[in-house]
């Protein structure tokens, strides 16, 4: 079964009369077509892919039927199904009163973990995010100020495929800050670089700590590698995926630095730079063959370290990123 | 009376017993915080800004008290009011199911009716950012390939400050695509090359298109210019806003180009790229004089010719983008 197929099968299995799924992400996986503009999926046995003008003058390529629509009202309004599948986490308040009142709504929960475990051609668009990844990791220099790093990183992407995300450049104090906007200042040590190129809508997302000038950045870079080899052994097939988040801060916990672990211990890489399984002590479920996971254990007081890396679970895990620890 | 007050002053107006807002732009115009990480500002005559972990270490100025709290969901308990003010088309299904049940709730759009006219402070970081972008655009090489060209449009753009969106560059056929992504094909004429800079969170955004290389391509860009001046010369303080989109549009319908015209009008620019006002034909109220608006109509059939220029309203509009036409 395709997963077309399969998801209109989780739908019946449900209940579910249909689905609207709408983030261009969940679009792409089931359809083929990445959508730029608003598009609507409307899925059930017979799906049509309702696509905006804005759409319209693209080569449009999908595994379901299209239309050009000005808008999704009439066929919104033409649903006579009660129990509808969407995106909760993504649906607004607004779409909900215009267009869906009276209805029950479950959630599509179920695309995203069917994302989670990724098939053969998506671990090799991801592998070759990686290799784009790495290549402009090991071209980093490290003079200059935090933009110029984070542009040079940047246009690096760019150049052979796609950037992820804004690189993050975040050196001295800055590196406390795990979501640091790079600023025009001089690059200090220690600096934490984040970065992830795209290729074929697939993501990569890895972090390195460099300049490690004190004797004190040194010993905490060993505690959070160790804290990330920790949570890596428990990204295997069958295990819990909380064990992951578990193993990281019981290390962090046993050198005191638990309280300054101000994110979860990881997340997946797939079609998002976050997507699901979410490696915190909230995650539910095992994990699965085939989900690829980024392990990223950091302390932050003061200055920053922070190491993340992306996992393949299988029967044990397996790395894919490579650049030295 | 200040933003804050303002906004204060029309709950208790509308008898919101408080308010909810989340969106980073709505934030940091209430406080002077710009939110990184997921943040909630609780307005009401004691307005307290509630900030996550990931932020908590960054230097933190804002107008109102701040908390650093785990999450929100003992302060959102906490609220005993009936009726809240939210931000209808950004809260989502899953929040509102695990905070906001039972609550009678209202929407804040006065929020965005109050960032659509600029102060002399924004108008003056609006008026940098065109600047950068005019000097970008000005700078802008149409030999190599489209990603070759938007890559050092970007460049240019956050080297002097930021890029508000990833700059399009769309030649050949691929200019009929409104939201084209540059691909690494040679640049055929004509080409529409779409820019904007950042500067201290206030954005630009403007359009040219370059190289009419057929009589038909010159011909269909006079029609663009005549359609825009038709607009903006619709954006003055008073007028009904949709009348730029009638204008435009009266003009594209004249050369039998309306059913080419794929988006609206135009919008507003300032802590985002598109903000209120939307200039489409549903459109309601009134230009207010210190609003910022876009003028872009265009055609998009075989290929594409768009034209994108800034105005601020006031008596008569005033073009705040020179680059020539």
Not at 43 to 63: F, G, N, Q, W, Y
Not at 144 to 172: H, M, N, Q, Y
Not at 207 to 214: C, E, N
Not at 281 to 303: N, Q, T
Request: net charge negative; aromatic share 6%.
């Amino acid at each position: 079964m395709n997963r077309l197929e399969r998801a209109i099968q989780h739908l019946h299995e449900n209940d579910m009369g249909c689905a609207l799924v709408s983030k261009p992400e969940n679009i792409y996986y089931l359809t083929g077509f990445f959508p730029h503009a608003s598009s609507l999926l409307i899925l059930d046995s017979e799906p049509v892919l309702l696509i905006t003008k804005m759409d319209s003058t693209r080569d449009i390529t999908s595994a379901v039927d299209y239309e050009v629509v000005k808008d999704f009202k009439d066929r919104l309004k033409a649903i006579k199904e009660k129990k509808i599948g969407v995106e909760k986490g993504r649906l607004t308040l607004s779409f909900w009163e215009k267009h869906l009142r009276g209805k029950e709504l479950l959630d599509l929960g179920f695309l995203e973990e069917m994302r989670a475990v990724k098939d053969r051609g998506e671990i090799k668009e991801i592998t070759k995010a990686v290799e784009v990844t790495e290549e402009c990791l090991g071209g980093v220099s490290l003079r200059g100020t935090e933009k110029d790093a984070a542009l040079t990183i940047e246009v690096c992407l760019r150049k052979a495929a796609d950037s992820a995300f804004e690189p993050i450049v975040a050196g001295g104090k800055n590196s406390a800050v795990p979501h640091h906007r790079p600023t025009d200042g001089e690059i200090a040590g220690p600096v934490i670089v984040d970065l992830g190129a795209r290729v074929n809508h697939y993501c990569a997302d890895m972090t390195r700590t460099f300049l490690l000038d004190t004797e004190e950045a040194v010993e905490r870079y060993r505690i959070v590698l160790e804290a990330q080899e920790a949570g890596i052994r428990q990204a295997r097939d069958g295990n819990e995926i909380r064990a992951v988040d578990r193993a990281v801060r019981e290390v962090l916990a046993e050198y005191g630095y638990l309280d300054d672990f101000l994110h979860s211990s990881g997340h997946g890489v797939g079609l998002e730079v976050h997507e699901a399984p979410t490696l915190n002590s909230e995650a539910e479920g095992s994990f699965k063959k085939g989900m690829v996971v980024s392990v990223e254990p950091g302390i932050y007081r003061d200055f920053g370290i922070r190491m993340e890396d992306m996992v393949l679970v299988g029967k044990r895990p397996k790395l894919l990123t490579s650049f030295k620890r």
